[in-house]
């Protein structure tokens, strides 16, 4: 599944689902809301263009790299600490190409996914600056 | 022509939201921009340079395709067409 979603998810039930025949191994990235002295996050996203481009990073993910599966939620909406941001689930028939794979989509998530956080604070709000600015 | 201008995070504080131009057929993105600008000062400030030139981190899009910036002076704008501005991105 590629999704983008107001709401929250159960990582195991995704990690289940890409069990297969052909699957040795599943590789699983779950990105949560730190506590960096905030008091929530809000996720904005260009949903469109957001959801056209992780499926453009799951069909490159899956021509470079040996792979049987790929899952990508990622949230909108106002989060609290500890909350999921983001899962990401690759199935592979061996762990290398999995661990790479998962790599490989958080990096281009970062890099191009028009998606945007804002943290508050007891003193206001920011936005986030990018990883790739 | 009427095109839709999409701004998002801090660029949607300052440009709104989602807003619609008018333009003469054929416009260019370069003409839009510049009309964008002349909305307000903070407009301004946030696209442009002080010569004038388009801020280095501004990601542009039309119709859901990023466009580089070599090309904001030939591109030819249609009508109905979605132009998105953003800083980068930030998910994950």
């Known amino acids: ?133 | 022509m009427k095109v839709l201008v999409r701004a998002f995070a801090g660029f949607r504080d300052v440009m709104g939201e989602s807003t619609s131009y008018d333009l003469p057929d054929k416009s260019d993105l370069s003409t839009l921009l510049s009309l964008i600008a002349s909305r307000s000062e903070e407009s301004r400030a946030l696209l442009f340079d002080n010569k004038g030139q388009l801020r280095g981190h501004i990601i542009l899009m039309v119709n859901r395709k990023r466009v580089s910036r070599t090309v904001i002076g030939t591109l030819l704008l249609s009508e109905g067409d979605e132009v998105a501005l953003y800083p980068p991105v930030a998910g994950g």
Request: net charge negative; proline share 3%.
């Open chain 1, 1 to 133: 599944m590629i999704a983008i979603t107001r709401e929250d998810f159960d990582p195991g039930t995704y990690i289940q689902a890409a069990i297969d025949s052909k699957v040795g191994g599943i590789v699983s990235f779950t990105g949560v809301v730190r506590d960096d002295g905030i008091t929530a996050i809000e996720l904005e996203a260009y949903e469109e263009a957001a959801l056209e481009e992780l499926h453009a990073i799951k069909d490159e993910a899956m021509s470079r790299f040996a792979i049987t599966s790929v899952d990508i939620l990622h949230r909108i909406g106002r989060l609290a600490i500890g909350d999921h941001i983001v899962l990401i689930v690759v199935g592979a028939s061996h762990r290398r190409s999995a661990f790479e794979a998962c790599e490989y989509i958080i990096n281009r998530i970062k890099e191009t996914v028009p998606i945007w956080k804002k943290e508050y604070t007891n003193k206001g709000m920011r936005w986030v600056p990018s990883e790739h600015p």
